[in-house]
DNA sequence: TTACTTGTACTAGCATCGTAGTACAATCCG
DNA sequence: CGGATTGTACTACGATGCTAGTACAAGTAA
């Protein structure tokens, strides 16, 4: 279990948001699955050589989210919750909020919601450009 | 010529940014027309109740964006050259960027480019929900 | 030239935020 | 119980970034 995630410290990103970004995807995308268990507090820490307390925040974070749940003494575990209707609600939710920040920045740079699918379009097989 | 753009000294977003966004919004659809003079840097301090140096450092970012022109003693005007082919270029790149972030966040928290282009279409005629 | 208007440079203060340090609390397990 | 392991609270420091203040420079117009 070497190189789970990996941080940038030179990053602009703050490193609580690279790591949260990081667990988000790693459970979107199956490599975290239901179930199991996340490395220690502290564990995590020396590996990505960041406070415990920055993890620690993380951990906090993602379980207020609900996609996390933690046992105190035991460790941190991927909640199935976050499968369930009533969080796909919400989740349905974000996405919907992400897309409105999405629109104003795009709308401010004066592009209108035909170019932006266009542009998404055009990323539907190819990934260059 | 009263109440151009408004602020929000409370909104999380800064002052500049939000002056920024503005002036481009208003520029992008039309409520500020190429050749058109901007309210002086203090005038708009003036109004907007912020300091003359946020209002200058917002017009020299968009003077070097290009979407604007400034005169030492005369004022600051909308630029012509946003028009033409090269900074059509370069604002193509930009929204290929803006989309780069959208899918990166997006991804991360688990949509797939298939969601957003749902949640994109949907705004196509509504504008509610 | 001189008074006036315009944008600009430089600085300092202030707030915010991210991170680390240290000490604490809850739980497990022998 | 008692030691070890887990997450947590509190604090403080450092850095960054935003904004204001003040003084300056360049251009205009009489």
Known sequence: MSQIFSLSPSHPMPLYAQLTR???????????????????????????????NTVAKVYAELERSGILETRRGVGTFVS???????????????LKEL???FLEEASAMG?????????????????PN
Chains 1, 2 share one sequence.
């Open 22 to 52: 990081a667990i988000r995807f790693a459970i979107a995308t199956g490599r975290l699955r239901v179930g199991e268990q996340l490395p220690t507090v502290r564990q995590l820490a020396v590996e990505l050589r960041v406070n415990a």
């Open 99 to 101: 897309v409105d920040r």
């Open 111 to 127: 592009f209108s919601l035909d170019d932006l699918l266009d542009q998404l379009q055009s990323r539907r097989k190819k990934e």
């Open 80 to 94: 199935a919750s976050h499968l369930d209707g009533n969080h796909r609600e919400e989740h349905e939710k974000h």
